[in-house]
């Protein structure tokens, strides 16, 4: 008979809440909430009030509870929570991939230095099981490409906006209201937080640890109507689509909106679903699809990973200590569209080759080939009149 | 530093060659092949003779081989290897899905009695983590439906059928040259093999052991060019589908052909490739989608599950040890398309309601809505002139 699993969650917003609900529908798990730490104790909350506590010590020095559940949006005080956990030698879970993208190297640490268990699966696609059946599954497998859509509030957004023709500012409070968008929205929409996962992913796809500014991220806030019109007498959606590559022994990630075919599998994904497509030498192409979002779906991963503790799982992160010896580059090649108004226009000099060059009364664009290093130094980027999109001509 | 994994390895045909080639290109993987026992000497083989033996004893009987892999045809011969593997307390991992669903009690209680693990991930869906992520991360997920393409070849013969215009016998003869076919094609098509992948799917979704006989199978054998045309007009595919389903406590299975609209995620499964659909109250939908036959994509999942053993991993049979008191039935009611040539027809009666009846010259179909415990006593679906497709209404 296994110890029974106490747990202490910090946080009760729509994860927290969503934990609660599968944690007290399924059964044969002997787990139970003993305290939840949170901010507000005048907010109004669904469950008996003896279950909060607005004193963190009430979890982390309460010997009796031996998993630490961080659920809670502000990042430095996740770190702090996290990591306090870890000294305590009390196994933590996490959904927070900010807070993870952003201390990994010291997260790694502390889980070798204290000999405890940091889970985070929910972090990376919700329901999806990502960061264990990298590790486990695909361990011995010669990865070389994780790509997919890793946001589920841009991709309700995107999804509306082609589908139900709704405005962008519609689509994000759709979003927003549902659960499916972070406290921020910049973190969605500008790609940030997609980032984030894929910060996650290099580390058990590639054994890669990054910082969150070393990747490129561009997002879907400049797309403006004429962009969709575009792809849609193109046959295409547009989604943002977070990827990390390898070629030989270099890799490269980046996470950009991009032009995907009707008959592609990604189109398959919709509204707040997340899909991921790993391509390898051996297990070659494989997609995953699942709900991205939303409380209970996230909530059931934080539970597997709870689950998982209860026979002291934790990960390897195999591919680190394999030493593969990749090194992470951004000389790569992208075939890009780029629309523009008449006063910012992308500078020619900075591509390797343009095919397309489009003038019209309100739509101008051009689609050519630029070097990803030079596209992220490249200024005329930042203007708000100017949106890219990867083309479908990407590898 | 982990003990050194050994391994015995019984049959060389595309998948043991397949876990030949995996092996030997990956890398950070402290496992060799010691012995390789083929029944066939004679055979030119692809790698040097001192790795083989026709004496099933150099590898039973020798102490350093601390796994068993066991990957040949002869479902007898196959429970042999296994089971005396097992009594000697060497691990074992088989890809073997007909052996197991027939022997399954047999071999849960060996498991136990010799404290021995037996991993079989690749018996299900080649290179798509199923066994695995049902033990491990649907542990607390109510799950209510498991379904999807789980043949390869009858994937494949279909695919080129329908997209490819060819005949059933030629595209048969191309899954078998190949290698995506059972030797014994009619394990294949008569929707045999993607049974015996269901009985197993059911004891890890389920916690419910049936024997292969207690399943209904109907294969794709029957089809005539006159279903697929129908098919084609309807915007839709034929696929044969494996499902396992449960409402509130009562767990229904079938293997059957299907009519997959189009636009269905399903469609996206084409050739060789498998694809599963899971349901569940928390994560709701997810989609796996991978290669479902093949040497190499075989290969790599034997190569999980010879991975997983090296941190001592075992099926825990989760869902058994629940006691979730489900019971198996019969009685539901499907909804099929039946078409039959003048001399044999559907008898009426056996229908709870027929929608559509159609007589043309050499077309002659109905649909209607029938229990699937009649559908299996009935006599007239056992003539080669009557074909039956579930449509699209099923739940």
């Known amino acids: 008979m296994r110890k029974k699993t106490i747990l202490g969650v910090f946080g009760f917003g729509c994860v927290g809440q969503g934990l609660y609900n599968v944690l007290h529908q399924t059964r044969g798990f002997n787990a139970e909430i ?26 982390l020095n309460d010997p009796e509870i031996n998993v630490v559940v961080e659920l809670i949006d502000d990042v430095d005080a996740a770190y702090e929570i996290v990591s306090s956990s870890l000294k305590k030698k009390k196994a933590v879970v996490s959904a927070n991939k900010k807070m993870i ?5 010291a997260l790694l640490r502390l889980q070798q230095q204290y000999d405890t268990p940091f889970l985070y699966e929910a972090s990376c696609c919700a329901s999806i099981p990502v960061i264990r059946n990298l590790e486990e599954y695909y361990d011995n ?128 994904v919709t ?62 090649e992208l075939e890009i569209f780029v629309s523009y108004n008449g006063e910012t226009s992308p500078d020619p000099a900075d591509f390797t080759g343009i095919s397309v060059k489009h003038e019209s009364p309100g739509f101008n664009y051009m689609i050519g080939k630029i070097n990803l290093a030079k596209l992220i130094r490249a200024t005329w980027r930042e203007d708000p009149a100017v949106s890219i999109v990867l083309t479908e001509n990407n590898f």
Chains 1, 2 share one sequence.
Not at 209 to 216: A, T, Y
Request: include cysteine; aromatic fraction near 12%; proline fraction near 4%.
């Open 34 to 59: 003993k305290k939840i730490c949170i901010k507000h104790p005048e907010k109004k909350r669904p469950i008996d009030s003896s279950f909060f506590t607005t004193n963190r010590d009430d979890i």
């Open 101 to 105: 993208a952003e201390n990994f190297p």
């Open 141 to 268: 497998d010669l990865l070389t490409s994780v790509e997919g859509i890793l946001n589920g509030s841009t991709n309700y957004i995107l999804t509306h906006i082609f589908d139900n023709n709704k405005p962008f500012d519609e689509a994000l409070k759709d979003a927003q209201r549902l659960g499916y968008a972070e406290s921020d929205p910049s973190l969605d929409v500008k790609g940030l937080d997609p980032k984030y996962k894929l910060l996650i992913i290099l580390v058990h796809a590639f054994g890669i640890i990054l910082r969150p500014d070393e990747i490129f991220n561009y997002g879907i806030q400049n797309l403006k109507d004429a962009d969709i019109r575009y792809a849609r007498e193109k046959n295409a959606r547009i989604k943002l689509i977070a990827k990390c590559s390898k070629i030989d022994n270099r890799v490269y990630a980046y996470c950009m909106p991009r032009f995907i075919p009707l008959s592609d599998t990604l189109n398959k």
């Open 271 to 332: 509204y707040e679903y997340n899909g991921l497509l790993l391509e390898g030498a051996f297990a070659e192409h494989q997609f995953f699809m699942g709900k991205g979002a939303g409380g209970n779906a996230t909530g059931s991963a934080v539970l597997s990973d709870i689950s998982a503790l209860t026979y002291d799982y934790r990960y390897e992160y195999k591919k680190l200590s394999q030493k593969l010896n990749h090194s992470f580059t951004q000389e790569i």
